[in-house]
Protein backbone atom coordinates (compact mmCIF):
# COMPACT_ATOMS: atom_id res chain seq x y z
CA UNK A 1 0.00 0.00 0.00
CA UNK A 2 1.21 3.23 -0.63
CA UNK A 3 1.12 5.02 2.31
CA UNK A 4 2.26 8.43 0.84
CA UNK A 5 -1.26 8.86 -0.20
CA UNK A 6 -3.14 7.47 2.16
CA UNK A 7 -3.43 5.21 5.19
CA UNK A 8 -6.17 3.07 3.94
CA UNK A 9 -9.02 2.55 1.86
CA UNK A 10 -11.58 2.20 4.05
CA UNK A 11 -12.69 4.67 7.05
CA UNK A 12 -12.44 2.07 9.63
CA UNK A 13 -12.70 4.05 13.02
CA UNK A 14 -16.01 5.65 12.45
CA UNK A 15 -16.90 2.15 11.09
CA UNK A 16 -15.60 0.69 13.94
CA UNK A 17 -17.04 2.95 16.56
CA UNK A 18 -20.30 2.82 15.14
CA UNK A 19 -20.22 -1.14 14.48
CA UNK A 20 -18.95 -1.67 18.59
CA UNK A 21 -21.78 0.29 19.60
CA UNK A 22 -24.70 -1.61 17.34
CA UNK A 23 -23.28 -4.96 18.51
CA UNK A 24 -22.96 -3.66 22.36
CA UNK A 25 -26.94 -2.68 22.07
CA UNK A 26 -27.87 -6.15 20.03
CA UNK A 27 -26.17 -7.66 22.97
CA UNK A 28 -27.88 -5.51 25.79
CA UNK A 29 -30.94 -6.61 24.21
CA UNK A 30 -30.35 -10.04 24.11
CA UNK A 31 -28.38 -10.66 27.61
CA UNK A 32 -29.07 -7.12 29.43
CA UNK A 33 -26.34 -6.48 32.48
CA UNK A 34 -27.60 -5.23 35.79
CA UNK A 35 -27.17 -1.90 36.07
CA UNK A 36 -27.57 -0.37 39.77
CA UNK A 37 -30.12 1.35 40.54
CA UNK A 38 -29.13 2.96 43.88
CA UNK A 39 -26.86 6.17 44.20
CA UNK A 40 -24.29 4.65 42.57
CA UNK A 41 -25.95 4.00 39.53
CA UNK A 42 -27.07 8.03 39.69
CA UNK A 43 -23.47 8.63 39.59
CA UNK A 44 -22.65 6.54 36.87
CA UNK A 45 -24.90 8.25 34.69
CA UNK A 46 -23.38 11.67 35.84
CA UNK A 47 -20.26 10.13 34.77
CA UNK A 48 -21.41 9.03 31.66
CA UNK A 49 -23.17 12.62 31.08
CA UNK A 50 -19.59 14.19 31.88
CA UNK A 51 -17.95 12.07 29.54
CA UNK A 52 -20.17 12.77 26.66
CA UNK A 53 -19.91 16.46 27.16
CA UNK A 54 -16.04 15.82 27.28
CA UNK A 55 -16.04 14.16 23.88
CA UNK A 56 -18.01 16.68 21.84
CA UNK A 57 -15.60 19.17 23.41
CA UNK A 58 -12.37 17.22 22.61
CA UNK A 59 -13.96 16.50 19.33
CA UNK A 60 -14.74 19.64 18.32
CA UNK A 61 -11.41 20.83 19.60
CA UNK A 62 -10.00 18.55 16.74
CA UNK A 63 -12.73 18.84 14.23
CA UNK A 64 -11.40 23.11 14.47
CA UNK A 65 -8.02 22.14 14.13
CA UNK A 66 -8.61 20.08 10.84
CA UNK A 67 -10.58 22.80 9.45
CA UNK A 68 -7.76 25.68 10.75
CA UNK A 69 -5.35 23.59 9.42
CA UNK A 70 -6.64 23.04 5.97
CA UNK A 71 -6.62 19.45 6.09
CA UNK A 72 -8.76 16.39 5.87
CA UNK A 73 -10.42 14.68 9.23
CA UNK A 74 -11.56 11.42 6.87
CA UNK A 75 -9.24 8.71 8.44
CA UNK A 76 -9.00 7.16 4.59
CA UNK A 77 -7.31 10.40 3.00
CA UNK A 78 -4.05 11.89 2.70
CA UNK A 79 -2.72 14.03 5.28
CA UNK A 80 -1.65 17.83 3.68
CA UNK A 81 -0.58 18.90 6.61
CA UNK A 82 0.47 18.11 10.07
CA UNK A 83 -1.16 19.08 13.05
CA UNK A 84 0.63 19.51 16.44
CA UNK A 85 -0.84 22.76 17.81
CA UNK A 86 -4.10 23.04 20.23
CA UNK A 87 -5.53 19.68 21.35
CA UNK A 88 -2.86 17.83 19.09
CA UNK A 89 -0.34 19.21 21.30
CA UNK A 90 -2.06 16.28 23.79
CA UNK A 91 -2.45 13.75 21.95
CA UNK A 92 -1.61 12.49 18.35
CA UNK A 93 -5.56 10.92 18.23
CA UNK A 94 -8.02 13.32 20.34
CA UNK A 95 -10.56 12.36 17.71
CA UNK A 96 -10.45 8.49 18.96
CA UNK A 97 -10.39 9.58 22.31
CA UNK A 98 -13.08 11.44 21.86
CA UNK A 99 -15.09 8.22 19.89
CA UNK A 100 -13.87 6.22 23.75
CA UNK A 101 -15.46 8.67 25.85
CA UNK A 102 -18.73 9.09 24.07
CA UNK A 103 -19.05 5.33 23.18
CA UNK A 104 -18.46 5.00 27.55
CA UNK A 105 -20.60 7.90 28.25
CA UNK A 106 -23.56 6.97 26.30
CA UNK A 107 -23.19 3.72 27.70
CA UNK A 108 -22.68 4.74 31.78
CA UNK A 109 -25.55 7.27 30.76
CA UNK A 110 -28.28 4.82 29.21
CA UNK A 111 -27.01 2.28 31.87
CA UNK A 112 -25.63 -0.26 29.35
CA UNK A 113 -23.13 -2.23 30.12
CA UNK A 114 -22.30 -3.78 27.37
CA UNK A 115 -21.68 -0.67 25.71
CA UNK A 116 -18.99 0.16 28.21
CA UNK A 117 -17.64 -2.89 27.90
CA UNK A 118 -17.19 -2.23 23.60
CA UNK A 119 -15.32 0.88 23.85
CA UNK A 120 -11.89 -0.58 24.73
CA UNK A 121 -12.49 -3.32 22.15
CA UNK A 122 -12.94 -0.79 19.64
CA UNK A 123 -10.12 1.24 20.55
CA UNK A 124 -7.88 -1.70 19.68
CA UNK A 125 -9.35 -2.55 16.49
CA UNK A 126 -8.94 1.12 15.57
CA UNK A 127 -5.03 1.02 17.06
CA UNK A 128 -4.49 -2.21 15.00
CA UNK A 129 -6.85 -1.52 11.81
CA UNK A 130 -6.11 2.76 11.68
CA UNK A 131 -3.69 4.13 13.87
CA UNK A 132 -0.29 2.55 12.97
CA UNK A 133 -1.28 2.62 9.28
CA UNK A 134 -2.13 6.92 9.61
CA UNK A 135 1.11 7.00 11.62
CA UNK A 136 3.39 4.95 8.41
CA UNK A 137 1.45 7.69 6.56
CA UNK A 138 2.64 10.35 8.43
CA UNK A 139 6.10 9.35 9.17
CA UNK A 140 6.89 9.09 5.07
CA UNK A 141 4.68 12.14 4.17
CA UNK A 142 6.31 14.60 6.73
CA UNK A 143 9.64 12.48 7.82
CA UNK A 144 11.54 14.41 10.41
CA UNK A 145 8.94 16.51 11.66
CA UNK A 146 6.79 13.38 12.29
CA UNK A 147 9.37 11.91 14.21
CA UNK A 148 10.26 15.03 16.23
CA UNK A 149 6.14 14.83 17.17
CA UNK A 150 5.47 11.71 17.96
CA UNK A 151 8.56 11.62 19.87
CA UNK A 152 7.19 14.89 22.14
CA UNK A 153 3.21 13.61 22.03
CA UNK A 154 2.08 10.53 23.07
CA UNK A 155 -0.57 8.42 21.36
CA UNK A 156 -3.26 8.72 23.14
CA UNK A 157 -2.68 10.48 26.09
Same mark, same amino acid.
Given at each position: ??? +???????? =?????? &??????????? =?? %???????? !???????????? !?????? &????????? !?????? /???????? +? %??????????????????????? /????????? =?????????? *??????????? +? +? @??? &??? !???? =?????? @????? *?
Amino acid at each position: MAY +EDRPNRIP =WPPLLF &AGAALLALVAH =WN %HPIPFPTT !FAGSLLRVLGAA !FIAAAI &AVDLMAFTA !FRRHRT /TILPHRGA +E %HLITTGIFRWSRNPIYIGNVLLL /TGVGLAAGI =WTMVIAAPFA *LLATRQLAVLR +E +E @KHL &ARR !FGAQ =WQDYSR @KTRRW *L
